[in-house]
């Protein structure tokens, strides 16, 4: 079973043509979690437009907060295989199939992306042309490669993952950095997301990461390391 866990909050110009990529390359046992940050426009309407009962939606919450939103519907994820999903891309068809297989191999898959404009239009066909993306604990602290968007990892990755903690930059970077230490991870250099780049985008760590200066860049890293001890504890009492 495959699992889509989106974090929604006034997406409702774009998230109608998302889930639409996104239903399609699903079977009829799989689920599509939205947990809704108590979106001010037509988000909902817009969702519930598409009467698609593998759709779930978690309303009226109050996080404020992207991280947490994105928290909340992992937990109620029920798949083998999560994918994590922004409210205003687009899947390129043969991502869930493609990644799926991978998974069988692989604990995380990151994929490439291209990006486009708030038309669709092509603005970058290959992000990992642009930045050198890949595995690895220290290099992905000094500069994040993990796209949450372009991100999907088997159950056992939330075991150590959940909770989030507190204080950290984004959960895609919070997520990367478990499956670096603990698991197997796989980049493949396929753009199967279109990500669009527009004036409210408020869902991957690079670009918010990269908005703030060097001593908040510097704080988020050590955060993120002081949470090893905790990881291991975690680590030992599960396995």
């Known amino acids: 079973m495959i699992s ?7 997406g409702g110009k774009f998230i109608k043509q998302q889930l639409e990529s996104i239903l399609k390359q699903l079977s009829t046992d799989d689920e599509v979690i939205i947990s809704d940050d108590s979106s001010t426009d037509d988000t909902l309407k817009v969702i519930h437009s598409l009467n698609d009962n593998r759709i779930k939606i978690i309303s009226n919450q109050n996080f404020k907060n992207p991280i947490f939103n994105f928290e909340n519907a992992l937990k109620k994820a029920n798949g ?12 390129v068809e043969g991502k869930v199939e493609h990644m799926t297989k991978l998974l069988c191999q692989y604990d995380m898959v990151v994929t490439d992306h291209s990006i486009i ?7 970058l066909e290959s992000y990992f042309l642009k930045v050198s993306s890949g595995p690895g604990v220290v290099k992905n602290l000094v500069k994040n490669t993990y796209f949450g968007c372009c991100m999907a990892f088997r159950a056992r990755v939330l075991n150590y993952a959940l909770p989030f903690p507190q204080y950290i930059p ?8 478990v499956a670096d230490l ?14 669009r780049k527009h004036s409210n985008n408020a869902s991957n760590a ?7 200066n060097l001593r908040t860049k510097i704080k988020y890293r050590v955060n993120i390391i002081r949470y090893i001890p905790n990881l291991i504890y975690r680590k030992l009492h599960k396995d």
Do not use: R
Request: glycine share 4%; net charge negative; proline share 2%.
């Open 4 to 10: 889509v866990c989106m974090a929604s909050y006034n």
């Open 182 to 195: 603990f698991f197997k991870v796989k980049f493949i250099d396929h753009p199967y997301t279109k990500y």
């Open 206 to 212: 690079t670009e918010v990461v990269s908005s703030n």
């Open 170 to 177: 984004m959960h895609d970077i919070w997520l990367g950095f």
């Open 117 to 123: 404009n708030e038309e669709g239009e092509d603005i």
């Open 80 to 91: 083998e295989f999560i994918f994590l999903a922004d409210q205003d891309d687009i899947w």
